[in-house]
C-alpha cells in the first residue's frame, strides 16, 4: 500500500487542528449555522428558505432534527410563517418517503420533549403513520403530559383533538385521567375525547363522577349530552341522588336509570 501523500497528510492534520480549535467537526460546525439561521426570525426568509434546502439536502437524522426546531419558532409576518412551516413540513414528509433516515422516530422524540407547537410534527406524523401506528403514537405522548396545573396546557389541549380522530381501548384509558385536570379547557375537551372512543365499560363510571364533581356548567352540560346520546347507560341505583342534584334543573333521571330531558 502505497504511504498518504504529504499534501493529504497536512490537510488531515490542519482539519484535526481546526476541529480542536474551533470545537466539533465542520458538519457539526455547518449544522449550527443552519440552526442559527433557520431559528432567527429577524433573518431574511429568503436566507432561512436556503437554511431549509441545505439541511433537505446533507439527509441526515442530524440535519432532521434542525429541521424540526423551526417550528418552535414564530416569525412576526404570519404568512411567511406558515410558508415557511409548511416547506419545513413538506421537506420532512419527502423524506420520510424517500430515504433511511427514521423521520417517525425523530418526530416522535421531538414531540414527546415539546410543551408546545406540536401541530405542524403531529401532521407530519398523519402523513407518515398509518390509523394503528398514529393512535399509539397519541397515547404514547399523552404518557408525558400529567393532569395537573401547566401555565401553557397547548401540548395537552391539540392531544385532546387529536384523540377524537382515533379510537382505542388502551387510548380510551389514558385519556380517563384527564377528565379530572386542573385545567378546565382540557377537561372540556377531554370529554370529547374520552366519549369518542366510546367502551361503556371504561369511560361511563368516570363520566358519571366527573359529572357529580364537576363545576363548570359547560363541562355538566357536555357531560349529560353523552349520556342523552347513550340511552342504555344507567346510573346506579346509588347513585341517582348525587346525579339528580348536579343535574341542570331541565334534566332528571328516568324510572329507569337513565338520564332524559324533562318536558317543559
Given at each position: 500500500?502505497?504511504?498518504?501523500?504529504?499534501?493529504?497528510?497536512?490537510?488531515?492534520?490542519?482539519?484535526?487542528?481546526?476541529?480542536?480549535?474551533?470545537?466539533?467537526?465542520?458538519?457539526?460546525?455547518?449544522?449550527?449555522?443552519?440552526?442559527?439561521?433557520?431559528?432567527?426570525?429577524?433573518?431574511?426568509?429568503?436566507?432561512?428558505?436556503?437554511?431549509?434546502?441545505?439541511?433537505?439536502?446533507?439527509?441526515?437524522?442530524?440535519?432532521?432534527?434542525?429541521?424540526?426546531?423551526?417550528?418552535?419558532?414564530?416569525?412576526?409576518?404570519?404568512?411567511?410563517?406558515?410558508?415557511?412551516?409548511?416547506?419545513?413540513?413538506?421537506?420532512?414528509?419527502?423524506?420520510?418517503?424517500?430515504?433511511?433516515?427514521?423521520?417517525?422516530?425523530?418526530?416522535?422524540?421531538?414531540?414527546?420533549?415539546?410543551?408546545?407547537k406540536i401541530?405542524?410534527?403531529m401532521k407530519?406524523?398523519?402523513?407518515?403513520?398509518?390509523?394503528?401506528?398514529?393512535?399509539?403514537?397519541?397515547?404514547?405522548?399523552?404518557?408525558?403530559?400529567?393532569?395537573?396545573?401547566?401555565?401553557?396546557?397547548?401540548?395537552?389541549?391539540?392531544?385532546?383533538?387529536?384523540?377524537?380522530?382515533?379510537?382505542?381501548?388502551?387510548?380510551?384509558?389514558?385519556?380517563?385521567?384527564?377528565?379530572?385536570?386542573?385545567?378546565?379547557?382540557?377537561?372540556?375537551?377531554?370529554?370529547?375525547?374520552?366519549?369518542?372512543?366510546?367502551?361503556?365499560?371504561?369511560?361511563?363510571?368516570?363520566?358519571?363522577?366527573?359529572?357529580?364533581?364537576?363545576?363548570?356548567?359547560?363541562?355538566?352540560?357536555?357531560?349529560?349530552?353523552?349520556?342523552?346520546?347513550?340511552?342504555?347507560?344507567?346510573?346506579?341505583?346509588?347513585?341517582?341522588?348525587?346525579?339528580?342534584?348536579?343535574?341542570?334543573?331541565?334534566?332528571?333521571?328516568?324510572?329507569?336509570?337513565?338520564?332524559?330531558?324533562?318536558?317543559?
Amino acid at each position: 500500500m502505497l504511504p498518504a501523500s504529504p499534501v493529504v497528510f497536512v490537510l488531515e492534520v490542519n482539519m484535526g487542528l481546526l476541529d480542536f480549535l474551533f470545537g466539533g467537526s465542520s458538519q457539526e460546525r455547518q449544522l449550527d449555522k443552519l440552526e442559527d439561521t433557520l431559528t432567527n426570525m429577524y433573518k431574511q426568509d429568503s436566507e432561512r428558505r436556503y437554511a431549509i434546502q441545505d439541511l433537505r439536502d446533507m439527509r441526515s437524522p442530524e440535519a432532521v432534527e434542525v429541521l424540526l426546531t423551526r417550528f418552535k419558532e414564530t416569525a412576526p409576518n404570519t404568512t411567511v410563517d406558515a410558508e415557511e412551516k409548511e416547506l419545513v413540513y413538506d421537506v420532512l414528509v419527502e423524506l420520510g418517503q424517500t430515504t433511511d433516515v427514521d423521520i417517525r422516530g425523530l418526530v416522535i422524540e421531538h414531540l414527546k420533549e415539546a410543551e408546545e407547537k406540536i401541530n405542524w410534527p403531529m401532521k407530519v406524523l398523519t402523513d407518515l403513520l398509518d390509523y394503528e401506528e398514529m393512535t399509539e403514537v397519541i397515547g404514547e405522548l399523552l404518557d408525558t403530559c400529567t393532569t395537573g396545573f401547566k401555565r401553557n396546557p397547548e401540548k395537552k389541549q391539540e392531544l385532546m383533538l387529536q384523540a377524537t380522530e382515533v379510537r382505542s381501548e388502551e387510548l380510551a384509558q389514558k385519556l380517563v385521567p384527564f377528565l379530572d385536570d386542573a385545567n378546565e379547557t382540557i377537561r372540556f375537551l377531554a370529554v370529547d375525547a374520552v366519549a369518542h372512543q366510546g367502551y361503556e365499560d371504561i369511560i361511563k363510571e368516570p363520566l358519571r363522577t366527573r359529572l357529580v364533581e364537576e363545576d363548570s356548567f359547560r363541562i355538566i352540560k357536555k357531560i349529560v349530552d353523552v349520556f342523552l346520546e347513550h340511552q342504555g347507560w344507567t346510573i346506579p341505583e346509588e347513585a341517582q341522588a348525587d346525579v339528580e342534584r348536579a343535574l341542570p334543573e331541565e334534566f332528571g333521571i328516568h324510572k329507569e336509570g337513565h338520564i332524559y330531558r324533562r318536558r317543559v
